[in-house]
């Protein structure tokens, strides 16, 4: 228990010392809070009357639609390092299944 009241004393001097660090760490929170909850009261949800729902099918099966029409993974940013990532990307995981798909920076 000494140990604890020692902590917690020591936790409070440090903070006291470093006030606007201290004010920045409760007010950020406060403030992202009031942020959203405003948010959330001002922007109306809409309910969707028909939702579309796609058949499932299993992962190993995909559709023929899906290889003749998604040929393409965009991303970004192009440099070095995402170039050769979604180089190998597409050689591991679609070359090898027969899937014909290019990389294309945005």
């Known amino acids: 228990m000494k140990e604890l009241k020692l902590l917690l004393w020591k936790n409070f001097k440090i903070l006291s010392r470093e006030k606007v660090s201290t004010l920045v760490e409760i007010l950020f929170p406060m403030t992202c ?13 809409q309910e969707t009357q028909n939702p579309v729902i796609y058949e499932p099918f299993h992962i190993s099966d995909i559709p023929k ?26 050689k591991k995981f679609f070359t090898r299944r027969g899937l014909n798909y290019t990389g294309k920076f945005l």
């Open 33 to 45: 809070v009031i942020l959203f909850a405003t948010i959330r009261v001002v922007i109306k949800r």
């Open 65 to 90: 639609s899906v290889r003749e029409n998604a040929s393409v993974i965009y991303y970004t940013p192009s440099n070095r390092v995402t170039d050769s990532l979604v180089n190998v990307v597409l």
